[in-house]
T-cell receptor, first 110, second 118 residues
């Protein structure tokens, strides 16, 4: 199972919006609504930010939103804040009854 | 509140095995699957497998088939991940993470660093 494809890095200024893409295939992202996004700060465990494509867990800011079109999922962060600077990973359930992650995207808030 | 507490860091020699534990609390242990995910230094997340604490059914990533064993002890609400035939590429932080219905990982352990060195 190949990893999902994410851009290596993105950047934005405080207050701006950014979008991170995550591209898979019809065997994973395209075939299911089980797409999740995680935020990871250096030296910390990942934190769930979005599940089931577009749902936010309790306590996650509504500045974070998710969507999917075909084989590509997207995470949008609006009103960028310094604390959003982190690495973001997507994941998807697959038709092999496994989970696959993206390679990760480092977000810089300039 | 949900807590997943993992065992401490390990240093192993190539060819050895390591067993990492993950003790769950704050919820009904048998109601949620548990993922194991690893992260090599400076690298991304890699899914290893998932175990159902209620009955023990397991799904492993094909890459780890034959080398990884996931088990659970319902009397102590603990899951275990054992990886054998260790090599330098297995140096990583290993995480357990509770699996929600959608296969998302909604709560994570603190991670266990496993270092392989001769």
């Amino acid at each position: 199972q190949s990893a999902l494809t994410q851009p290596a890095s993105v950047s934005g200024s405080p207050g701006q919006s950014i979008t991170i893409s995550c591209t898979g295939t019809s065997s994973d992202i395209g075939g299911y609504t089980y797409v999740s996004w995680y935020q990871q700060h250096p030296g910390k465990a990942p934190k769930l930010m979005i599940y089931d494509v577009s749902n936010r867990p309790s306590g996650v800011s509504n500045r974070f939103s998710g969507s999917k079109s075909g084989n590509t999922a997207s995470l949008t962060i609006s009103g960028l804040q310094a604390e959003d600077e982190a690495e973001y990973f997507c994941s998807s359930y697959t038709n092999s009854r496994t989970l696959v992650f993206g390679g990760g995207t480092k977000l810089a808030v300039l | 509140q949900v807590q997943l507490v993992q065992s401490g860091a390990e240093v192993k020699k190539p060819g050895a095995s390591v067993k990492v534990s993950c003790k769950a609390s704050g919820y009904t242990f048998t109601s949620y699957y548990m993922h194991w995910v690893r992260q090599a230094p400076g690298e991304g997340l890699e899914w290893m497998g998932v175990i159902n604490p209620d009955g023990g059914a397991i799904s492993y990533q094909q890459k780890f088939q034959g080398r990884v064993t996931m088990t659970r002890d319902t009397s102590t609400s603990t899951v275990y991940m054992e990886l054998s035939s260790l090599r330098s590429e297995d140096t990583a932080v290993y995480y357990c993470a509770r699996a929600a219905d959608s296969w998302s990982a909604d709560n994570w352990g603190q991670g266990t660093l496993v270092s392989i060195s001769s």
